[in-house]
């Protein structure tokens, strides 16, 4: 990669918190959000979930949204997040107009399609949320928040969503189509995703525990995080001073099967190994990898294999930080992104919880957040449905 992307802002909510102190606070102190459910309408309240501490009114009112305003959750979050890498990135009024604008959902306004439905049928009661339902939708809503952006665009490729949002602006950048494009994700739960992946028989009813050999599947999350992207000519140009850089990035599907990774992880060894080579970065360069780690039995055996293809005898630190968060699903890559750039601001390992006993042919993840040497470069995995899979190369400035 001739000259890196640079990242001048970053937001970021979860259910660790809502901007970047208090998650980084709660990486700190191990605290993790995952808990039993409290927004989420639904019957099943034996699965665990990572939810955002907030109500919709309360997001809201944060937001100085009128209470009788149509709002979705999934927007609402990302709201909140945009403008914290905004404002620290220093993109106000005047350059939103010259500013690009990539999000990546799923979900989108499904969670009230799902309250309303009956009212879309019955009557015209609720009829303002129909056109708040598909991902493109969710974008603009965020969008005109803010104010008139260059341009927008919507990527949808499942849980690789938002770290694929942020791999096409910097493609962007260096194909000197854009100077500044602001790229993440958002994901509100809804019953459609707790339902499916309850049918898929991956959800587990105590806490995650990624990479451990009793582990019995995933608890999904929600929350939003976005980046402020840049050329190096425009930083220095606005005297930005930049978080950290894109310094290389992969994407690559193997189409093993709809929803199950490969055995092997041919995906993942594929994304990671694009990202360092883009970067130039031998193996042994690498000082944390920020894992997909879902928690599942297929994935972590096949991330695993994949790792230990690709690293061999170097494997770096490893962790999943679906522990702290749950499976933010659309939203992971980008919020997982933003964990690694705080851990290589403050020179931690965020930590793997819940884990105990090594898996049969696996990786041992990280139980400290002291390193044995300087991080300076970190990976962060994201793999999709359908084998969509896509590695992001970080680097401290």
Avoid at 40 to 58: I, R
Avoid at 264 to 288: F, H, N, Q, R, W
Wanted: contains cysteine; aromatic residues 6%; negative net charge.
């Amino acid at each position: 990669m001739s000259e890196p992307i640079l990242i001048s802002g970053a937001g970021i909510v979860s259910a660790i918190g809502v901007g970047k102190e208090p998650t980084l606070k709660s990486l700190l102190s191990q605290s993790s959000g995952i808990g039993d459910v409290k927004y989420l309408q639904t019957a099943h309240d034996e699965f665990p979930v990572g939810e955002v501490k907030l109500s919709d009114g309360e997001m809201m009112s944060m937001l100085g949204l009128p209470q009788d305003s149509t709002q979705i959750r999934t927007s609402l979050m990302g709201m909140i997040a945009l403008k914290e890498a905004l404002q620290e990135a220093g993109i106000n009024s005047d350059l939103i107009g010259s500013t690009g604008f990539i999000s990546g959902t799923t979900v989108g306004g499904m969670d009230k399609s799902e309250q309303y439905y009956l009212d879309f049928l019955d009557n015209d009661r609720h009829n303002e949320y129909i056109a708040t339902h598909d991902c493109g939708a969710c974008t603009e809503m965020i969008a005109d928040h803010f104010g008139r952006f260059a341009w927008l665009s919507t990527i949808s490729t499942a849980c690789s969503s938002a770290a694929n949002a942020i791999v096409a602006a910097a493609n962007l950048i260096k194909a000197g189509e854009a100077d500044i494009v602001v790229a993440g994700g958002c994901e509100c739960l809804s019953k459609f995703h707790l339902n499916g992946f309850n049918s898929l028989m991956i959800l587990d009813t105590a806490p995650c525990r990624p990479f451990d050999a009793t582990r019995r599947g995933l608890n999904l999350g929600e929350g939003a995080a976005y980046m402020v992207l840049e050329s190096a000519a425009s930083v220095k140009r606005r005297g930005i001073v930049p978080l950290a850089s894109l310094w290389g990035y992969g994407n690559a599907c193997d189409a093993f099967h709809q929803t199950a990774s490969s055995p092997d992880g041919t995906g993942a060894y594929k994304a990671m190994a694009k990202a360092l080579e883009m970067g130039g970065v031998v193996p042994s360069g690498i000082d944390y990898i920020n894992a997909h780690g879902t928690g599942t039995e297929n994935n972590d055996l096949s991330e695993s294999q994949a790792i230990i293809r690709l690293f061999g005898d170097c494997v770096p630190p490893i962790s999943s930080t679906k522990s702290f968060t749950g499976h933010t699903t659309s939203a992971s890559g980008a919020i997982e992104a933003v964990i690694c750039i705080l851990a290589l601001q403050h020179q931690f390992l965020p930590v793997n919880l819940n884990w105990k006993e090594p898996m049969e042919n696996g990786i041992k993840p990280v139980t400290d957040m002291k390193s044995p040497r300087p991080i300076n470069m970190a990976l962060c995995n994201s793999f999709g449905f359908g084998g969509n899979d896509t590695s992001l190369l970080l680097s401290r400035v």
